[in-house]
């Protein structure tokens, strides 16, 4: 499989693109930690004011423009356009990122909050996950304008501070566009962005990006159990840890029901004329009708089962003594789910609740959303991404589908009924894969330029008048 930078192409299109001055300036936002806890009331906000000060000192053709509104600790930007018939488009990103573990520090080749541009490589928190989505996209918007662009559709920038805890920023941010009676034609937000093998899809060989059209439901179940503990010599009727264990036991165990859904099956049509590996080759010749059998498929595949099912992750249990002989008290767990499209917060909680036969076992979530809605694909806001890549990757088979993680984008989904997840920065599956919310998150700068370029080149199509 070639390297993602062996698709690039078009990389002397603005030439007197500034890309220099682009990397010093994500590099000092990188140098802010801007790290968001899930209670605002121990957040650190002067990084924030911090980077947005640093946001308003380097783009000001952009803020001379638009109109900068804070939203709490969020950042809301709006670029007029002329033509008030067009509905607006939004760019967004956010400015958090998440904390680097403790201990692990002396992992790093460069220090975490470095920013340190070196090997070719632009390093540190928020270089893939995603501080570099919201200073590109300002890099885009600042070039069209410092060199007389007319917005003629009406451009936000969206930029929450809570996307890796609450979301309630983008929320926010969402809740007073809706009351000022905005809807968007499309919004895009991070996403995919990771060169893959098509062998996956049994189309070895084959470069692939996703752009992604929704995102699965997301739920933290907390199980407890109360107990009066004791000398482990007399553990009559079970430990409490012993019923959490079976209780956790038997949500993991549960029933599947894989379902190929209609977004998982427009995935594998635009994939089928390249799926050269049975069993899917044969399968993909009839998909609506094949779709059980196909579902069956991806449900015992390590990479393939996340688009057909729920996912179950047993993350985190409490309560236990460090002493051996002694039975534990009160004790918490909590599963991760990741619904899947068709599925509900609903139905899952029935699911569990049946599964879970120990009266004494408690359950309840501790926060839980539906699948998102799917975006459209026949609208301007899919057909413009996809053009965008494909003239800057070219060479990539770039498909639609759905993200196993969690964005803003569904925040908006009130009014806008195309959300796109698809950040523009091509990279190796490798980097992607370790360098989000792990050691050493590094963005090549050939990337970092290129998505830059992308983001110019959408909004050139999208927003603004020929220059």
């Given at each position: 499989?070639?390297?993602?930078?062996?698709?690039?192409?078009?990389?002397?299109?603005?030439?007197?693109?500034?890309?220099?001055?682009?990397?010093?300036?994500?590099?000092?936002?990188?140098?802010?930690?801007?790290?968001?806890?899930?209670?605002?009331?121990?957040?650190?906000?002067?990084?924030?004011?911090?980077?947005?000060?640093?946001?308003?000192?380097?783009?000001?053709?952009?803020?001379?423009?638009?109109?900068?509104?804070?939203?709490?600790?969020?950042?809301?930007?709006?670029?007029?356009?002329?033509?008030?018939?067009?509905?607006?488009?939004?760019?967004?990103?956010?400015?958090?990122?998440?904390?680097?573990?403790?201990?692990?520090?002396?992992?790093?080749?460069?220090?975490?909050?470095?920013?340190?541009?070196?090997?070719?490589?632009?390093?540190?928190?928020?270089?893939?996950?995603?501080?570099?989505?919201?200073?590109?996209?300002?890099?885009?918007?600042?070039?069209?304008?410092?060199?007389?662009?007319?917005?003629?559709?009406?451009?936000?920038?969206?930029?929450?501070?809570?996307?890796?805890?609450?979301?309630?920023?983008?929320?926010?941010?969402?809740?007073?566009?809706?009351?000022?009676?905005?809807?968007?034609?499309?919004?895009?937000?991070?996403?995919?962005?990771?060169?893959?093998?098509?062998?996956?899809?049994?189309?070895?060989?084959?470069?692939?990006?996703?752009?992604?059209?929704?995102?699965?439901?997301?739920?933290?179940?907390?199980?407890?159990?109360?107990?009066?503990?004791?000398?482990?010599?007399?553990?009559?009727?079970?430990?409490?840890l012993g019923r959490l264990a079976q209780s956790i036991s038997a949500i993991v165990e549960m029933p599947q029901s894989p379902a190929l859904s209609p977004l998982a099956q427009a995935m594998l049509a635009s994939l089928a004329p390249h799926i050269t590996e049975e069993p899917l080759r044969s399968l993909v010749q009839d998909i609506p009708g094949n779709a059980t059998a196909i579902a069956e498929h991806c449900l015992h595949h390590p990479r393939l089962f996340p688009f057909v099912s729920t996912t179950i992750a047993p993350t985190v249990i409490r309560g236990s003594s460090s002493a051996c002989n002694v039975m534990p008290q009160d004790m918490e767990a909590v599963i991760n789910f990741r619904i899947a499209e068709g599925d509900s917060v609903q139905a899952l909680e029935a699911r569990c609740r049946k599964a879970v036969t120990?009266?004494?076992?408690?359950?309840?979530?501790?926060?839980?959303?539906?699948?998102?809605?799917?975006?459209?694909?026949?609208?301007?806001?899919?057909?413009?991404?996809?053009?965008?890549?494909?003239?800057?990757?070219?060479?990539?088979?770039?498909?639609?589908?759905?993200?196993?993680?969690?964005?803003?984008?569904?925040?908006?989904?009130?009014?806008?009924?195309?959300?796109?997840?698809?950040?523009?920065?091509?990279?190796?599956?490798?980097?992607?894969?370790?360098?989000?919310?792990?050691?050493?998150?590094?963005?090549?700068?050939?990337?970092?330029?290129?998505?830059?370029?992308?983001?110019?080149?959408?909004?050139?199509?999208?927003?603004?008048?020929?220059?």
């Amino acid at each position: 499989m070639k390297a993602a930078t062996d698709f690039f192409s078009q990389e002397d299109d603005y030439p007197d693109l500034d890309i220099d001055g682009a990397l010093h300036r994500l590099s000092n936002a990188i140098q802010y930690k801007t790290i968001h806890s899930s209670d605002p009331a121990t957040t650190d906000f002067a990084p924030f004011e911090a980077l947005q000060a640093h946001m308003q000192q380097s783009y000001p053709h952009v803020f001379a423009a638009g109109t900068f509104e804070r939203i709490g600790h969020s950042v809301l930007i709006t670029l007029p356009g002329s033509d008030s018939s067009l509905r607006p488009c939004l760019y967004m990103s956010h400015q958090d990122v998440v904390p680097v573990v403790e201990g692990t520090e002396a992992d790093w080749t460069y220090p975490p909050f470095s920013g340190a541009v070196a090997e070719g490589y632009i390093w540190g928190r928020g270089t893939l996950d995603i501080k570099q989505q919201v200073f590109a996209i300002l890099e885009a918007a600042e070039y069209l304008l410092s060199h007389g662009a007319s917005f003629t559709r009406t451009a936000y920038l969206a930029f929450g501070d809570d996307e890796e805890t609450t979301n309630a920023g983008a929320l926010a941010i969402a809740n007073t566009l809706k009351a000022r009676g905005i809807t968007l034609e499309f919004l895009l937000d991070e996403g995919s962005g990771k060169l893959d093998d098509g062998a996956v899809f049994g189309a070895p060989g084959l470069p692939v990006c996703s752009i992604d059209l929704m995102e699965k439901g997301y739920a933290d179940l907390e199980l407890s159990v109360k107990s009066p503990g004791g000398h482990s010599s007399r553990p009559f009727g079970g430990t409490s840890l012993g019923r959490l264990a079976q209780s956790i036991s038997a949500i993991v165990e549960m029933p599947q029901s894989p379902a190929l859904s209609p977004l998982a099956q427009a995935m594998l049509a635009s994939l089928a004329p390249h799926i050269t590996e049975e069993p899917l080759r044969s399968l993909v010749q009839d998909i609506p009708g094949n779709a059980t059998a196909i579902a069956e498929h991806c449900l015992h595949h390590p990479r393939l089962f996340p688009f057909v099912s729920t996912t179950i992750a047993p993350t985190v249990i409490r309560g236990s003594s460090s002493a051996c002989n002694v039975m534990p008290q009160d004790m918490e767990a909590v599963i991760n789910f990741r619904i899947a499209e068709g599925d509900s917060v609903q139905a899952l909680e029935a699911r569990c609740r049946k599964a879970v036969t120990d009266s004494g076992v408690h359950l309840r979530f501790l926060q839980a959303n539906d699948p998102s809605h799917t975006a459209r694909m026949d609208g301007l806001g899919y057909s413009a991404v996809k053009e965008s890549m494909e003239h800057y990757y070219p060479g990539v088979t770039f498909f639609p589908s759905m993200t196993v993680g969690a964005t803003d984008a569904h925040q908006y989904e009130e009014i806008c009924d195309t959300c796109i997840r698809c950040a523009p920065f091509l990279s190796d599956a490798a980097d992607v894969s370790t360098g989000v919310h792990g050691t050493n998150e590094r963005l090549s700068v050939r990337a970092y330029a290129q998505g830059i370029r992308v983001l110019i080149h959408l909004m050139e199509q999208v927003n603004t008048l020929a220059r």
